[in-house]
């Protein structure tokens, strides 16, 4: 037992002195630190604690709002006084993801990290580099006494990935400063100027457990990317859940198909990666010969995209009851008729989602049913439009609708002056042209700009993969050259 536990030791000895020796070393030291405290959505008690610390501890003014922002102010440095007062925002919450063979607890452990050629990635969880990576830059700048910048407040923002409360309880006075970088973006090529919004989409229903029928099938299904439902919705990745009620669908009509459980999905803002059902049919190795050949067809489909997919129908058994072979015919229905993945493609800009909903999470449990969609547009009545197709579906299915944490998405504004100097920066310092773009995830700039109509905004920042997945992972070479980029945007701010 001492040897274990001592080989443990060791292994994150060797993993933090790997993180510790790659450069630029004050930012993957600050990365590592983070990564030690626990930060899920909507716990962020101890990431906000551990963030007051922080900018006490350097002396700077340091303050927590009524939401739980953290905001710490650093004055210019010597010559910079005449230059634009800036807002550097990150947010403090990450997606907790992991793979189903990894032990692992998001609200009592740091996240464990290693090396992987120019990637740093985590042990079978996602790494927080969304949006660690902007923080721990943050951190960098805000503890240094040798980078030049004009004064600046640090705003570090709670809850982004699950509902935006963070942005949304920021009031109105709390910040000064004119131009608010945003370090969220995952292409280090890219100066996004726009961003989608989002409504989450709800729907539960209450069912009579009747008890089986039949013989018992358990269907799972593992081995998909995932991925983040704003910025791969477009990338033809599988959802667990659709091709859940795709299979289900097999047994509605011929084989008295009841459903006992299903557990598909997990955060609205990640593409469902698993998904597991326990059902009850007349025959099990009927139903199975027929889902077969429709397991088969489905493989097939994804073999260039999804090389990982695993799907597997076998006889099964459970303590579980499953509810009427009507009521499972109609949830079953309802999940073949939501609509999943792009909704509509931009029309002015080439190439972006204008609109997209993910069905991120299906519940049922000894009869209680809950479905979990985030439908995204850049376009307020098209954001609608898919809600409202959502709810159609629902309420066809005599379920109950909700609608709630919607946010706007942020409107471009290409000639503000911050974003005409990053672009002459880049183009000077890498001799390449960036790409100006509007993204489908959904920013915080939108939301702050409710309330600070004249700020300029812009996001940018580092090249991360595989963000909301256990996948996730962060280019070195990519954070070397954010940061060289970020030092000189902060030279050169524009004068008041």
């Known amino acids: ?41 909507k716990k962020e008690e101890k990431v906000i604690a551990f963030m007051k610390t922080f900018g006490e501890n350097l002396g700077l003014e340091t303050k927590v709002d009524e939401v739980g922002n953290v905001i710490i102010k650093k004055p210019a440095t010597a010559g910079m006084e005449n230059r634009k007062p800036i807002v550097l925002q990150s947010h403090l919450d990450m997606v907790c993801q992991k793979n189903n063979d990894v032990d692992f607890d998001f609200d009592t452990q740091g996240i464990i990290m290693e090396t992987d050629g120019d990637w740093v990635k985590a042990k079978g969880t996602t790494l927080g580099a969304d949006n660690g990576m902007g923080v721990a830059t943050i951190m960098t700048i805000l503890e240094s006494s040798s980078i030049a910048h004009p004064a600046l407040e640090a705003l570090f923002t709670i809850d982004e990935e699950t509902g935006m409360t963070g942005a949304i309880g920021l009031k109105p006075g709390e910040l000064h400063g004119e131009i608010l970088l945003n370090l969220d973006t995952e292409e280090d090529d890219e100066i996004d100027i726009g961003c989608a919004g989002g409504i989450d989409v709800s729907a539960n229903a209450k069912y009579t457990v009747v008890g089986n029928k039949g013989e018992v099938v358990k269907i799972n299904i593992s081995g998909l990317q995932g991925g983040h439902s704003g910025m791969d919705i477009h990338k033809g990745f599988g959802n667990a859940n659709m091709i859940l009620g795709r299979l289900l669908f097999v047994g509605i009509n011929v084989h008295d198909l009841q459903l006992i459980s299903i557990d598909g999905g997990g955060l609205r803002n990640a593409i469902p990666r698993e998904a597991v059902a326990y059902i009850s049919v007349k025959n099990a190795n009927d139903f199975i010969e027929d889902a077969i050949i429709l397991k088969n067809e489905i493989v097939n489909e994804f073999a260039n995209v999804e090389k990982e997919l695993k799907i597997t129908i076998e006889p099964s058994s459970t303590d579980d009851f499953g509810i009427d072979v009507s009521d499972s015919k109609k949830i079953v229905l309802t999940l073949k008729s939501l609509h999943n993945g792009v909704f509509r493609m931009s029309p002015e800009v080439e190439g972006l989602v204008e609109s997209s909903n993910n069905v991120a999470r299906v519940e049922l449990k000894e009869g209680d049913l809950k479905i979990l969609n985030l439908s995204r547009s850049s376009v307020e009545s098209t954001k609608l439009a898919v809600a409202e197709q959502l709810k159609a579906v629902f309420e066809l299915a005599d379920m109950n609708v909700v609608f709630s944490g919607s946010y706007p998405g942020w409107k471009p504004n290409p000639n503000a002056e911050i974003i005409k100097t990053m672009v002459e920066i880049y183009e000077k310092k890498f001799q390449d042209k960036p790409m100006v773009v509007a993204c489908h995830a959904g920013l915080e700039c939108g939301i702050i700009g409710a309330n600070y109509p004249n700020m300029e905004m812009v996001s940018f ?5 595989g963000a909301h997945s256990p996948d996730e992972r962060v280019s070195v070479a990519s954070v070397q050259k954010f940061w060289n980029y970020l030092q000189d945007i902060l030279a050169n701010i524009p004068l008041k």
């Open 1 to 41: 037992m001492v040897s274990l536990i001592l080989f443990v030791f060791l292994m994150k000895y060797f993993f933090i002195m790997q993180i510790n020796q790659l450069e630029p070393q004050a930012i993957w030291k600050n990365f590592l630190a983070l990564n030690t405290v626990p930060r899920p959505s």
């Open 461 to 465: 920042g580092p090249t991360i993969r």
